[in-house]
């Protein structure tokens, strides 16, 4: 159960960081918000015995952390 709620905060802070992925002004700054509600979906994840939950909210870590430290977290 917590895997499945774990995969569900995961695509919700997938769907929010891909479209912080878009460069138009104050867009990007919805990583901000992606990152960390998929903190909170790795937390979640942690607890259940499947690891996918986890690791697609990892992933989505990876994607939200890396555009805000390309971008030095502004742009």
Do not use: D, E, K, Y
Not at 25 to 54: D, Q, T
């Amino acid at each position: 159960m917590l895997n499945l709620v774990s995969i569900l905060i995961g695509l919700v802070a997938l769907l929010v960081a891909l479209v912080g992925i878009i460069p138009f002004p104050f867009v990007p700054m919805l990583n901000w918000i992606a990152f960390p509600i998929a903190l909170v979906g790795a937390a979640v994840g942690m607890f259940s015995r499947s690891a996918s939950g986890r690791n697609l909210n990892l992933l989505v870590l990876l994607i939200s952390g890396l555009r805000l430290f390309l971008t030095g977290g502004l742009i």
